[in-house]
T-cell receptor, first 112, second 113 residues
């Protein structure tokens, strides 16, 4: 069974640009969560989707948004990028929100 | 132990020894806990989980202990191997906030050959 796939693995952007990251969950998993990981703050929850509905949202500005498609694939978008957005963005999927989450290897986003 | 926002704790052990990694969780209402292992350049990998109706759960070479009285979780790794070197996170599930997981900052384990 294929794991969680995130694309791209690495991304370099400049301030003010926007970016879209993609996540394909494990087959059969309908819950997808996104996290931001930085050395100083650890894993910070961004949002969670289940059956195309955003069920939870973390404490991030509105520049961070996401969506989930009918096939459970998910995307997150960050607009007007700032230097502080440089981080590893992780996607995790599970069969339902209260079950173990399985992570992809992340997208490393660097802002210049 | 682990606390969100603090410097990453480190633990060094000799190969073959047992390792104990600790985690202090924050919400007494949390009812589900997971330990993850993260190797350099990879995403967190599920190791073992435990529900709040249990005190102990064992896997292959790993044991998780839950003490709800003091809100403490520990991961024991038996016969630690070089491949166990990684950052270990505990995660707690806040069911009362719509099933959201909260992660500690992690403990860096180094196994000395």
């Amino acid at each position: 069974k294929a794991g969680v796939t995130q694309t791209p693995r690495y991304l370099i952007k400049t301030r003010g640009q926007q970016v879209t990251l993609s996540c394909s969950p494990i087959s059969g998993h309908r819950s997808v969560s996104w996290y931001q990981q930085t050395p100083g703050q650890g894993l910070q929850f961004l949002f969670e989707y289940f059956s195309e509905t955003q069920r939870n949202k973390g404490n991030f500005p509105g520049r961070f948004s996401g969506r989930q498609f009918s096939n459970s694939r998910s995307e997150m978008n960050v607009s007007t990028l700032e230097l502080g957005d440089s981080a590893l963005y992780l996607c995790a999927s599970s069969t339902s929100p209260d079950q173990p989450q399985h992570f992809g290897d992340g997208t490393r986003l660097s802002i210049l | 132990g682990e606390s969100v926002g603090l410097h990453l704790p480190t633990l060094s052990v000799q190969e073959g020894d047992n390792s104990i990694i600790n985690c202090a969780y924050s919400n007494s209402a949390s009812d589900y806990f997971i330990w993850y292992k993260q190797e350099s350049g990879k995403g967190p990998q599920f190791i073992i989980d435990i529900r709040s109706n249990m005190d102990k759960r064992q896997g292959q070479r790993v044991t998780v202990l839950l003490n709800k009285t003091v809100k403490h979780l520990s991961l024991q790794i038996a016969a630690t191997q070089p491949g166990d070197s990684a950052v270990y996170f505990c995660a707690e599930l806040f069911s009362n906030t719509g099933n959201q997981f909260y992660f500690g900052t992690g403990t860096s384990l180094t196994v000395i050959p």
